[in-house]
Structure formats: C-alpha cells, structure tokens
C-alpha cells in the first residue's frame, strides 16, 4: 500500500476488500499521512471491519433528480463492506469525516431504531404515499444485516402500512425476509432489482470482493422470482472494455433465472471513485486500464465522469448508442421487459396502535 495515500496504521493487511488507499476525504482541511518512521514496527494485521451505531431523528430522504424514478428512499447503513471498487456511493463518505477508500467498506454506520423513525414519519398528516426506494446509496443487504436487523425493521413497519416499495441490492441476506416480501408482492406492493456485473467469479471476486458471487446471485433471483416476487436485473455497471463483452450471457442468465425485467447503467466514476478505481485497474487489470478509461472517456464527453442530468445514466456518443443498441436487441429477443408493472399505492393505510381511538362510523 502507498504510505502517501493512507491514513491507516501501516502493516495492516487489506485482503478482501476492494479499494488500495484510504485517501483523507475532500472536506478535511489537513492532511494525515502514515509514515514509517524506524522507531515502531508495522503490526502485520488484518484490517477489520467496525461498525458504530448512529440514533438517526429521520429516516426518509427525498430528491428531485429527473434521472431517478422514486423521489424518496431510506438508507439502513452508511458504508458498505461489499467494497465493490466502481460504487458510486462511496464519495458520501466524505460528509462523515471518513475516506471514500478503505474507510468506505471497512468503517460501517447502522442504524437500528429507524423503523420506529419511519413509523412516526408515515403517520404525519402531511404523509403522501409513493414508492419507496431501499438500497439507492448503499446496500441493504450487506454483511451486517445479519447482526443489526435494520432492514427487517424497516420491511415490517412498511409491511404493516401496506407501502409500496423498491428494493435494490446483490445481498443474499435478502432471502431471510421471504416472508415479508412475498406477502408485499402478492399485493402488488414490492419490485426487486438484484445488480450483476459479470458472471466471471474471478473478476468479481476482485472487483466486489465481499459480495455474493455471480452464481449465487442468480440464485437469489432464483429464489424470489418462485415466491412470485417481481425481479429486474440490474446490469450495472456495465464496464467498457472489461464486462460489457458480457451483457447478452448476463442477460440471458438472469431471464433463465426468473427474471421478468433488465436494465442497465454504464460505469460511472464521481469524484474519489475515478482514482480509486484507476488505480485498482492498474493493478488488477494493467493489460486493460487504457483501453478501459479511454472508452469511458469517449462516453462521458472526454471526462472520467459527466454528471450532467439526461445523460449520466447513459453516457453519449458511438459507444453508449452500440450499448443502449445491444441491451435492446438483447432483450427484446429474451422477451424482457424494460418496466415491471406499477406498484399499487391506494392500500396505503396506518395501522392502528394501542391506546388509539377506534372509529365509530
């Protein structure tokens, strides 16, 4: 590891993640190198995942982008230990005082109590029910699910008020809640996009090397769509010059699956997320990093990233147009479709409490 661009104690072992540096974030105003100084021996340890726990006051966060179909979502976790190297998310990082590199996957944020949050938030007069998103910056389904219970905190109070929902995610942990999510579905109240990138178990185990791999993500597909639960497959991102070579087998995996719908979404590299990736490309894939980042170039107008609304789904260009061609032909000849049907809004309802007034009439 470059002693320049970590903040980390040096000796610390970082196999299994997916980021090389931990880099201090863009808000800090100086700057900590670690440095051997001769006088105390690097420790030759494993770097170890900590999660702290946060009393959040509000659970739903809105938006306006017009890139985005939902214009709200909750985020269980900050951080997330998958360490997927191209996610999009780890920039949010910054805004806590902590590195978008190693810090990103390995310094978690959970949240338990937020169902009680979201329960006060979905009682407000002023409330009006629309889709609610689960998993757009984070996964809600990474590792630590299985010990904090955040999400099933929050699929029950949403089960209970009968509110539509759109999950997002690559986490096995997502077949504990069958029960839950199935009776959401059965009322048209649940769609799932499961995200695959390669179907390569080697290259994923480098590029996300805490997430499932690719066949036990089919799996999970799998297993939703026989309890009868809406699944999209989510190609993304798709990388230029390393997975988009995949995007007709992905495809056709996943409708063997179960899949009903597909989309995808090319590689897209804000702010810290550029150099981290650069540099995990040189070391995983030398042979390949020019040929990857000058057609990411060619696709984002001559920059690592073009942020602008409209296009930073898609990119622009002959690249994005041969992309956008493929993915329609490929699914069209698979027969699947690009939108899953609406989730119901009018069985919205809050359940009564103890102590409420019943109604007479």
Known sequence: MDDLKTTLPLGLQTRGRGALENAMGRFEGQTRNAIADGWHPPDPQMLRTQTRVEVARSAISYNRSPDLPFDRAINPYRGCEHGCIYCYARPSHAYLNLS?????????????????????????????????????????????????????????????????????????????????????????????????????????????????????????????????????????????????????????????????????????????????FQDWLAQHAPDRATKVMARLREMQGGQDYDPSFGTRMRGHGLWADLLARRFNIAIDRLGLAVKLPPLRCDLFAPPQRAGDQLTLF
């Open 100 to 276: 978008p590199g190693l810090d990103f996957e390995t310094r978690l944020i959970a949240r338990p109590g937020l169902g009680a949050v979201l329960d006060r938030e979905l009682r407000a007069k002023s409330y009006r029910v629309a889709v609610m998103a689960l998993g757009t910056n984070t996964d809600p389904y990474q590792p630590i699910e299985a010990q904090y219970g955040v999400m099933r905190e929050l699929l029950c109070v949403l089960h209970a008020f009968r509110h539509p929902v759109a999950i997002t995610t690559k986490g096995a942990l997502i077949e504990a809640d069958l029960d839950l999510l199935a009776d959401l579905a059965a009322q048209g109240l649940l769609r799932v996009g499961i995200s695959l990138t390669t179907l390569d178990p080697d290259l994923s185990r480098r590029m996300e090397p805490r997430a499932p791999a690719p066949a036990r993500r089919l799996q999970s597909i799998e297993r939703l769509a026989q309890a009868g639960i809406p699944v999209r497959v989510m190609i993304a991102p798709v990388i230029p010059g390393l997975t988009d070579h995949e995007v007709e087998s992905l495809l056709a995996a996943a409708k063997s699956a179960g899949a009903t719908a597909a989309s995808y979404i090319p590689l897209r590299l804000p702010r810290e997320v550029s150099p981290l």
